[in-house]
């Protein structure tokens, strides 16, 4: 309810996937909150009434909440860009440069009955759906539909760049690929991910000799 989702959300394995019912309203009030940094941005279709010189008669003041701290939300972020640089959003680095540092999460329903994209730059957000009013298959995945639209209103409107600023508390490791453990100078096959330095890590992955943040020999443990 924190990040403006006020419908019920039924508790189930499959919500980490995204197997819940949202308009696209919805989808936009919750990226809101990951485009932002972690803050609550109420949306507002009227920012301002205006007489026929552009005096204002009324104004509706900006109210911002932090929902998520710091750290989170730059994890957040982080794994959208993924979704861009390697993931399945990752054609759009055909028309869009990887600096960009764009964002955002494909989706497609069974059947491929709906496309989804939500993606953002460093000063917009777009939630493009594409769907049949009679629910029967559209035949595209978000990536071949959604993505197109967002792509094409993006190019259009202008592109900013997203780079936020790393907080304090979050530090960058190295991960193995093939075991997604902690890797250091003896793993080839690589990715710099960001973690909550408080916060819980992966174990060694089999490939490190030693050197990687919290190794310790069996033996010892």
Same mark, same amino acid.
């Given at each position: ?7 019920? %959300? *039924?508790? @189930? ?7 819940? /019912? ?5 989808? $936009?009030?919750? @990226? ?15 920012? +301002?009434?205006?007489? +026929? ?19 989170? +939300?730059?994890?957040? *972020? ?23 540092? %764009?964002?955002?999460?494909?989706? $497609? $329903? ?6 989804? @994209? ?50 304090? !508390? ?13 890797? /250091?100078?003896? &793993? !080839? *096959? $690589? ?15 089999? &490939? ?14």
């Amino acid at each position: 309810r924190r990040l403006s989702l006020h419908q019920p %959300l *039924n508790p @189930y394995p499959s919500l980490f996937l995204g197997a819940t /019912d949202l308009s696209p309203l919805d989808v $936009t009030r919750l @990226y809101i909150n990951f485009a932002s940094g972690g803050f609550m941005v109420p949306l507002r279709s009227i920012r +301002a009434v205006q007489d +026929a010189d552009g005096v204002p008669l009324q104004r509706y003041p900006l109210k911002v909440e932090r929902v998520i701290e710091p750290g989170p +939300a730059f994890l957040i *972020n982080r794994a959208l860009q993924m979704v861009v640089e390697t993931g399945t959003g990752r054609s759009l680095n055909r028309r869009f440069s990887p600096q960009l540092g %764009l964002a955002g999460k494909t989706g $497609t $329903t069974n059947d491929l009955r709906d496309s989804w @994209y939500a993606g953002y730059d460093g000063e917009k957000l777009g939630v493009i759906w594409m769907g049949r009013d009679d629910n029967q298959p559209m035949g595209l995945t978000g990536a071949s539909g959604a993505m197109q639209v967002w792509a094409d209103l993006f190019a259009t409107a202008g592109t900013v760049a997203m780079q936020p600023p790393k907080p304090d !508390d979050v530090v960058w490791h190295g991960v193995d690929m093939d075991s997604a453990g902690l890797a /250091d100078s003896g &793993c !080839d *096959n $690589t990715v710099q991910l960001p973690f909550i330095e408080t916060g819980s890590m992966p174990e060694a992955a089999p &490939c490190a000799r030693g050197q990687a943040p919290g190794w310790l020999p069996d033996w010892m443990q």
